[in-house]
Each structure stands twice: as C-alpha cells, then as structure tokens.
C-alpha cells in the first residue's frame, strides 16, 4: 500500500529561519510539509526581518489555494476589490486564487504561519487595479 503522503515533524531550532523566500522583508522557517506531501502543498512560519520593510508591490500569486494565520503582531494589506484590512495576531485569511494585492506595512514583531498549495506556486507582478468608483448618492431633502 503507498502512501500520498509522508508523516513529518518540524521543531523550532533557533537556525529554522532562512532569508531565502519569496520577500527580502522576511524570513521563513520551512516546516516541512512540501517534502512530505510531494510537492501539493507548502506551509512555513514568515517573520518580520528586523529594519526591513515592505515596498507596497502588486501581485498575485497563482496557486489554488492560500490562507494565512498570523501568529504575533500585525499587517496592513491591501486588496483588489476589498481595500485596506489589518491582520493581527489570532486572524486568519484566506487569499482566493490569483486576487491582486500588496503588503502596505506590518510590525516588528510580525510572525505568520502560510499554507499554500501548490507548494511550486508563481508569482508576478502586478500594474494597481483600477482605481473603484463610488456609486452617485442621492440626496434626500
């Protein structure tokens, strides 16, 4: 009988941490779930760089499914369609597939377990979205 997947452990050691990812604001502990799963899914602990901060880049990812739970501290992202929403310890999001946003500021202290799938996902760039339109109000007197 063959197995999908492979069962794994990922404890904390104060090296866990690699530079190498996505952004250069962050550092990721990988957790091993992408070996384990063969390539289906990815899940690693981001934290905040020290005197790093995030350039405000649009993008989008394109990946089937993206959530995000963040563990300490607090970000201000922006979405295509949504607007502003501040994450914060205890909230936990998902990203549908390929929905354009950026990463506006977060805080020092910022730490967030990411669950995407798959875990050879892309990600390019993005030109802002279009700026949205208020509908007219009518006055009423």
């Known amino acids: ?16 941490f690699s530079r190498r990812g996505l952004r250069a ?16 899914v990815v899940a690693h602990v981001i934290r905040a760089r020290p005197a790093k901060a995030p350039q405000g880049e649009w993008h989008w990812h394109d990946c089937e499914l993206q959530f995000v739970y963040v563990l300490k501290g607090w970000a201000l992202f922006e979405y295509e369609g ?9 909230s936990c999001f998902y990203q ?27 990600t390019y760039s993005s030109a802002p979205p279009a700026a949205r339109r208020s509908p007219a109000r009518r006055s009423r007197g």
């Open 1 to 16: 009988m063959s197995r999908a997947a492979a069962f794994t452990v990922s404890h904390f050691r104060r090296r866990s």
């Open 25 to 40: 604001y962050f550092e990721y502990r990988d957790l091993g779930i992408q070996r384990a799963t063969r390539g289906k």
């Open 82 to 90: 949504i607007g502003k929403v501040r994450m914060k310890a205890g």
């Open 96 to 122: 549908p597939p390929r929905i354009r946003h950026r990463e506006l500021e977060h805080s020092k202290d910022l730490e967030m377990i990411e669950i995407v799938s798959p875990a050879a996902f892309r």
